[in-house]
């Protein structure tokens, strides 16, 4: 018997999952329900599911708050969400599957699918909890701007649309996803403590990359990253292992 727990503030959507399991699964316990990140962390301490439905934002936080506050867990995790694209990206980064709402009862199916297909790995590895606060913490429902202060104007970006800075001295060159650049007056370290928790790592010296935008990792030559626009960033040999690891638990 699966053990499951529905979380999500939204009464109609509690009820539509529930419906959905208990009419096409007769393998499935439903052994709660919450409506909140706290009501939502008390019912798993106390019902210890193996599969917890779990929406995103909620009035006293956000679903990646909830995981947050286990330092290590065996309950697979699908999220339930109504967020943009970018926003997916990080959760499927601890998630073994996403339903966008409105729920669709075929994606329902087919999660509790993939999960039977993988219970015989008993949970599907996820992100070391503390590990994932530090490269992902401030991720919400949607980044906070930053602000980038040129000779001529000061633009406050969201960090999603940034791919990658790169250090030129005591200057940082930005990428961004329309192909701009812009050349800002402040160091790399700077802006590596600025877009902290934003799914930023410094892999080099000179690079801070976007994790949502790496397409592959190439072992050869020392290792380097190829990133979503085809460019080849290089990683040191101190940083790799953290990179590795991150990228491995995907």
């Known amino acids: 018997m699966i053990r499951v727990l529905i979380i999500d503030d939204e009464t109609l959507s509690r009820l539509t999952i529930r419906t959905i399991?208990?009419?096409?699964?007769?393998?499935?316990?439903?052994?709660?329900?919450?409506?909140?990140?706290?009501?939502?962390?008390?019912?798993?301490?106390?019902?210890?599911?193996?599969?917890?439905?779990?929406?995103i934002k909620m009035p006293d936080g956000t679903g990646l708050n909830l995981l947050s506050k286990f330092s290590e867990f065996t309950f697979n995790v699908i999220f339930v969400t109504g967020f943009d694209e970018y926003a997916i990206k990080a959760i499927k980064l601890s998630a073994l599957d996403y339903i966008l709402k409105p729920v669709n009862p075929f994606e329902v199916i087919e999660a509790i699918n993939k999960y039977i297909r993988k219970d015989s790995e008993k949970a599907i590895p996820i992100i070391n909890a503390s590990q994932y606060d530090i490269v992902f913490r401030n991720i919400s429902t949607k980044p906070k701007k930053i602000s980038l202060r040129?000779?001529?104007?000061?633009?406050?970006?969201d960090p999603s649309e940034i791919i990658r800075c790169q250090s030129e001295s005591n200057y940082t060159n930005f990428h961004f996803t329309s192909k701009k650049k812009l050349?800002?007056?402040?160091?790399?370290?700077?802006?590596?403590?600025?877009l902290d928790g934003y799914g930023f790592l410094r892999i080099h010296q000179?690079?801070?990359?976007?994790?949502?935008?790496?397409?592959?990792?190439?072992?050869?030559?020392?290792?380097?990253?190829?990133?979503k626009d085809n460019t080849q960033i290089p990683v040191s040999s101190k940083l790799k292992e953290r990179l590795l690891n991150i990228l491995e638990n995907h």
């Open 150 to 157: 040129t000779g001529e104007q000061i633009l406050f970006v």
């Open 21 to 55: 399991l208990t009419e096409n699964f007769n393998n499935i316990e439903i052994c709660g329900e919450a409506d909140s990140v706290q009501s939502g962390y008390d019912v798993i301490c106390n019902t210890n599911p193996d599969l917890v439905f779990l929406d």
């Open 183 to 194: 050349l800002v007056s402040k160091t790399l370290r700077e802006f590596e403590l600025m």
């Open 206 to 227: 000179s690079h801070l990359i976007n994790l949502f935008y790496v397409d592959r990792y190439e072992k050869s030559e020392g290792g380097y990253l190829v990133l």
